[in-house]
């Protein structure tokens, strides 16, 4: 029970199965992480992809209504052909639902190959809403809030290692999504969440044979509309 004073613990993910209308519990109150479990098996194609191309990732900005026909083929061209297909049933309805929870007209969609461990620190995003999907190698890992010590995030004065033991205690709170899944982050911009933006990192991943992560991230773009 919560004593006088502190502020409210909130309730666990939701994991659930149907898309994409599962994701829509993110706009309630004490709710800072929507997890949609979809597998995809793209890791053959994939893989082999990974390994031969030179992009860093590419992105797209606008208003979702006209991510369709020729903007949304330039987006997927360099995806593989399966890639393609599932990224291009995926993104626009995304995208829209990103916009819809914002309540702005523009997003911003971006296709990330990932290959260092440049973000495996727990943090939160000072963003209204950031979605992840992984379609190869590790997923986003996240924590619930009740097993983070938000007094430990953003310490510039301790080790990297000793940080995250320091956020996350205990160790079997980490929760990872698999290829494939739709996470949604709600981030400490997002009304009524400052400061209690969902704790998260990219999963270490440099030690792992074949560790490069496919990665869509869809947020609110830059611009005010």
């Not at 709710?31 to 030179?54: G, K, Q, S, Y």
């Not at 992009?55 to 006209?66: D, F, R, V």
Request: include cysteine; charge should be neutral.
């Amino acid at each position: 029970m919560n004593t006088v004073g502190q502020a409210p613990v909130l309730r666990r993910h939701l994991p659930v199965v149907e898309p994409w209308s599962g994701l829509d519990p993110i706009t309630q109150d004490g709710i800072n992480v929507v997890h949609v479990a979809r597998p995809v098996a793209l890791e053959d194609e994939l893989v082999p992809w990974l390994a031969a191309t030179t992009s860093t990732g590419w992105e797209w900005s606008g208003a979702p209504e006209s991510l369709v026909g020729t903007a949304l083929d330039t987006l997927l061209e360099a995806l593989p052909p399966r890639t393609r297909v599932v990224a291009g049933r995926d993104v626009p309805d995304l995208a829209r639902r990103v916009a819809l929870y914002t309540h702005r007209k523009h997003v911003r969609v971006r296709f990330d190959v990932v290959r260092t461990d440049s973000c495996r620190k727990f943090h939160q995003d000072y963003v209204a809403l950031r979605l992840l999907v992984t379609y190869a190698g590790a997923g986003t890992e996240w924590v619930e809030d009740g097993d983070v010590v938000r007094s430990e995030l953003g310490r510039v004065d301790v080790p990297l290692g000793e940080a995250n033991a320091r956020i996350v205690p205990d160790g079997r709170a980490i929760r990872r999504a698999s290829a494939g899944d739709v996470l949604v982050l709600k981030g400490a911009s997002f009304p009524r969440n400052e400061h209690r933006g969902a704790v998260h990192r990219s999963p270490p991943i440099e030690t792992a044979p074949g560790h490069a992560r496919l990665v869509l991230r869809i947020d609110v773009a830059s611009c005010s509309c």
